[in-house]
Every structure is written in structure tokens, then in C-alpha cells.
T-cell receptor
Framework: KNEVEQSPQNLTAQEGEFITINCSYS?????LHWLQQHPGGGIVSLFM???GKKKHGRLIATINIQEKHSSLHITASHPRDSAVYIC?????????????FGGGTRVLVKP | GAGVSQSPSNKVTEKGKDVELRCDPI?????LYWYRQSLGQGLEFLIY????????KSGLPSDRFSAERTGGSVSTLTIQRTQQEDSAVYLC??????????????FGPGTRLTVL
């Protein structure tokens, strides 16, 4: 079983819909990242969380440390939100800040 | 430069050849990471440099892979005797982190390696 699991693997939404992507992990962590990767593009860090909730524009990320679960929400989705969203954790036992990645969620927002 | 840069952006090589991939981190960032993204495996950690400390090589898949970081800045990832399964996008990231998981990692655009 992978240490970081994401669901769903693929998601299609209509423009304006509310989107939720889930991430579960099985190890103790010091931080969790949500990353965005556009087709043919590089990876951008959206959020880094160790507790609670963060908001940036239409994006909201939450984490529940006790349940080892995080969610990324996209409100009022837009076609430009189409990308792969990747959850990654820094395991507490890991030396340094190396990331362990989930498999990604491919999001397509249709106009 | 404003961000992490990598070169080349694309590299096509023949099986058995050696390749070198370069990463220029953000100036002043002490931590540098190499990751690999392949179709079958997703993203995986390869190696991590922090300042002048010995690198964490725990993610390197075989002894054909090595990396160095000169002067605490530029890093080179070398793959010897390349195999077709080495085909992937190799990503570099840097952060100002001194540890503790509290710093954002900034990713470069990657080098797409194709081994024929």
C-alpha cells in the first residue's frame, strides 16, 4: 500500500462547480504539500500545511492530523484549473524535507 | 534568475550512454532535491542536498545514478550506462529550508530524458 493515496484519480467538472480532491497518508508527517502540474508544465506548490486550513483565492486546503487526511477544494472551478493536483508529505521520520508523493488527481474543467 | 532552472530541457540518448543533467537552484537556497517522474511510477524522490552535509542518497534506484553539488549551488545528476527504464522527467527543486518541513520547495521545469 502506498504511503500517500489520492482520490479520485480523475475528475471531470463543469465550469463553476465545486471540486474536492482527497489525500490520505499512513505515516506521521511534519508537513503536507499540495502541488499543481499543468500539461507540459512544471510543478507549482499551492499549499504547505501542518495543521488546520489555508485559503488562496478559490483554493482551500484542509488537513486533519488525527485522521491523517487532507482535502483540496476548488470553488467556482474554471477551465484554467485543469491540471494534475498532487498531494505530497514530508514524513516525520525522514531526514531533510524530501517529499513522498501521491499518484495525483487529473482534473478537467469543461466550459 | 527568478526560479530554479534545469538543462537541457530535453535529452534523447542511446541505451548505454552516460548523461548529465544540470540544476541551478534559486540563489541562496541551501536545500536541493532531485525527483523523477515516470509514466509507470509517478513522482519519486532521488537525492537531497542540504548545505555542506552529506547528501541523502536513499532514493537513488541504482549505482548507475550519482549526483553532486558544487559550491553549495549548482547540482549535476549523472546517469551512467542509461537503460530504457531511465526514461522519465527529472525534476529539481530547491528551498531555503534548514529542516523541519516548514519551507516551500520550488520546482524547476524538468529535463525530459528519453533513452532509445
Amino acid at each position: 500500500k502506498n504511503e500517500v493515496e489520492q482520490s479520485p484519480q480523475n475528475l471531470t467538472a463543469q465550469e463553476g462547480e465545486f471540486i474536492t480532491i482527497n489525500c490520505s497518508y499512513s505515516v506521521g508527517i511534519s508537513a503536507l504539500h499540495w502541488l499543481q502540474q499543468h500539461p507540459g508544465g512544471g510543478i507549482v506548490s499551492l499549499f504547505m500545511l501542518s495543521s488546520g486550513k489555508k485559503k488562496h483565492g478559490r483554493l482551500i486546503a484542509t488537513i486533519n492530523i488525527q485522521e491523517k487526511h487532507s482535502s483540496l477544494h476548488i470553488t467556482a472551478s474554471h477551465p484554467r484549473d485543469s491540471a494534475v493536483y498532487i498531494c505530497a508529505v514530508i514524513a516525520r521520520k525522514a531526514a531533510g524535507n524530501k517529499l513522498t508523493f501521491g499518484g495525483g488527481t487529473r482534473v478537467l474543467v469543461k466550459p | 534568475g527568478a526560479g530554479v532552472s534545469q538543462s537541457p530541457s530535453n535529452k534523447v540518448t542511446e541505451k548505454g550512454k552516460d548523461v548529465e543533467l544540470r540544476c541551478d537552484p534559486i540563489s541562496g537556497h541551501t536545500a536541493l532535491y532531485w525527483y523523477r517522474q515516470s509514466l509507470g511510477q509517478g513522482l519519486e524522490f532521488l537525492i537531497y542536498f542540504q548545505g555542506n552535509s552529506a547528501p541523502d542518497k536513499s532514493g537513488l534506484p541504482s549505482d548507475r545514478f550519482s549526483a553532486e553539488r558544487t559550491g553549495g549551488s549548482v547540482s549535476t545528476l549523472t546517469i551512467q550506462r542509461t537503460q530504457q527504464e531511465d526514461s522519465a522527467v527529472y525534476l529539481c527543486a530547491s528551498s531555503s529550508s534548514m529542516g523541519g518541513g516548514t519551507d516551500t520547495q520550488y520546482f524547476g521545469p524538468g529535463t525530459r530524458l528519453t533513452v532509445l
